[in-house]
């Protein structure tokens, strides 16, 4: 799956496009693949994303999953790869499981429970995202410059990517 953006008149510090490695979302619904298009749309949006040290954007990424890593593989527009980073997901497994657990949960309490319910589940959701975000800012330090909201959008696409139903 790969989608791209025009490149004309914007920063060069970001994404133009992202591909996932279909080895890594072979596994799917079509409720999982929607989610993977909108989180890889609202990155395309808007972004902050640089190579530590290097001014060659705007940039590719391919994202894969690959023997319990996250793989950053990142491009040139021209396709040139420019660096290919491996980051364990161990960091982030605990807060994904619990983020799961509460998107289910959240899911199930909009059917029936009463707002004040679903709003307390989704605050629950919004403090696992920003955890997991942050923990990708940490993870990404040294290698990748991102911004929060890319943080935020990324974490949401690799939910995306590692949720396989």
């Known amino acids: 799956m790969t989608t791209e953006v025009e490149s004309q008149d914007l920063p ?10 279909e080895k890594s979302i072979a596994t799917s619904n079509s409720n999982i693949e929607h989610e993977r298009e909108v989180a890889i749309f609202d990155i395309l949006e808007g972004n902050s994303f640089a190579l530590e040290g290097r001014d060659e954007g705007p940039y590719k990424l391919n994202l894969a999953l690959m023997d319990d890593r996250l793989v950053f593989v990142v491009s040139s527009e021209a396709d040139e790869v420019l660096i290919t980073h491996m980051l364990s997901l161990t960091p982030l497994k605990r807060i994904m499981k619990d983020y799961f657990l509460v998107c289910e949960s959240y899911y199930e309490a909009i059917r029936t429970a009463p707002p004040s319910r679903i709003q307390a589940i989704d605050m629950g959701r919004r403090g696992l995202h920003d955890e997991g975000s942050r923990t990708l800012l940490e993870r990404l330090a040294g290698k990748i410059t991102v911004d929060i909201d890319t943080a935020r959008r990324l974490f949401t696409l690799i939910c995306a990517l590692h949720w396989k139903g």
């Open 12 to 21: 060069r510090a970001r994404l133009v496009a992202i591909t996932l490695d």
